[in-house]
């Protein structure tokens, strides 16, 4: 009985417990999730249309960025960006005298994982504009939309039901690559379950409290995608 109290107490949310701790990190973890996940859609809304609008050199360079990120490990980008985009700032600001600025850990995450999100966006959302039928989008030209209202109207309510699983996957894997901002010193919830696994040696505890709020995570998310499905595909045919 006293071993199971001493176990709880160390998860408690009040010092001497770290599970405040890990809620803590689990909320770091969220934040910058979705802050990654939104800059991810933004850059493959706009790759996905560059490609697909016939542009030859655009379309190159939208080949490389995606193939490139989409090759290489994403632990490898994290760190490589992280640093290499740090300090290739910091130059560009020496070159106009202007003194080095140290990024902050949560931006620079939500940017490079945004980055690498990007990529993985553009290819989902671009199969699901091109799942739209061609005669919806030739109509909204024929009654004079603008590119913009076009795609407000006509290209974003058709692509979303055909994206939502695609997208749903990328959000799934952001909350786990999140874990991977450990390795430049962002405290989110892989590396605040380290810390308490460290200092007290229970590794094991603390790793499965991880576990579960991945997966209370992993629960809601699904939850959330799934009313979200359920409301964009309304009125549309449903497999029995």
């Not at 030859?56 to 290499?84: C, D, H, M, Q, S």
């Not at 040696?201 to 629960?219: E, N, P, R």
Request: charged residues 10%; proline residues 5%; contains cysteine.
């Amino acid at each position: 009985m006293a071993s199971t109290q001493s176990l709880l107490e160390l998860l408690s949310p009040y010092p001497p417990g770290w599970g405040g701790t890990l809620l803590s990190g689990a909320m770091a973890t969220l934040a910058i999730s979705g802050g990654a996940f939104l800059l991810g859609l933004l850059i493959g809304i706009a790759g996905a249309l560059g490609k697909l609008s016939g542009n030859r050199f655009l379309k190159a360079l939208l080949n490389l960025y995606t193939t490139t990120i989409r090759a290489v490990p994403e632990l490898i980008l994290i760190v490589g960006l992280y640093y290499a985009g740090t300090d290739g700032l910091n130059h560009l600001l020496r070159a106009f005298d202007i003194p080095p600025i140290e990024v902050n850990g949560f931006v620079a995450a939500v940017v490079v994982l945004g980055f690498v999100q990007g990529a993985y966006a553009t290819e989902v959302l671009r199969g699901a504009i091109l799942a739209i039928p061609v005669g919806q989008i030739e109509a909204a030209r024929a009654f004079g939309m603008a590119p913009f209202l076009r795609f407000r109207r006509v290209v974003f309510p058709a692509l979303l039901p055909n994206a939502l699983p695609g997208l749903a996957n990328l959000w799934m894997a952001v909350t786990k690559d999140s874990a991977l901002v450990a390795v430049v010193g962002y405290q989110e919830l892989a590396l605040a379950t380290r810390l308490a696994g460290a200092s007290t040696k229970h590794y094991f505890l603390f790793f499965f409290a991880a576990a579960c709020l991945y997966l209370v995570i992993s629960l809601v998310s699904n939850l959330v995608f799934m009313l979200i499905e359920r409301r964009v595909r309304r009125g549309q045919p449903t497999l029995a």
